[in-house]
Nanobody
Framework: QVRPVESGGGSVQSGGSLRLSCTASGYIACMGWFRQAPGKEREGIAGIDSDGNTEYTDSVKGRFTISGDVAEGTVYLQMNSLETEDTAMYYC????????????????????WGQGTQVTVSS
């Protein structure tokens, strides 16, 4: 069974960088990163498929980069120029079904979820 496992969260000052990693086993067609801040809904922030197609939410474009080898079940999220608004629990997700890039930011596209890793950005 596909079971994503995240790592790399932590605390950083505003303007700093962090790199999140996620590994998952099994057949995977696409993977995504989501985040949820206290009192807010889960938000899709970046996704990637086995062909290297990517999608980002507007608030992270130019600051975050998703990469990895989806077929091998490995995905990274490089986060630069972090802002206090980026503070949240970050979740890795995976799907064994093909999805168009336009669906990478939708939680309903993904069946498998990690436990999450906390990212805290202080001013």
């Amino acid at each position: 069974q596909v079971r994503p496992v995240e790592s790399g969260g932590g605390s950083v000052q505003s303007g700093g960088s962090l790199r999140l990693s996620c590994t998952a086993s099994g057949y995977i067609a696409c993977m995504g990163w989501f985040r949820q801040a206290p009192g807010k809904e889960r938000e899709g922030i970046a996704g990637i498929d086995s062909d290297g197609n990517t999608e980002y939410t507007d608030s992270v474009k130019g600051r975050f980069t998703i990469s990895g080898d989806v077929a091998e079940g490995t995905v990274y999220l490089q986060m630069n120029s972090l802002e206090t608004e980026d503070t949240a629990m970050y979740y890795c997700s995976a799907s064994s079904n093909w999805r168009p890039p336009s669906m990478f930011l939708s939680a309903s596209s993904f069946r498998f979820w990690g436990q999450g890793t906390q990212v805290t950005v202080s001013s």
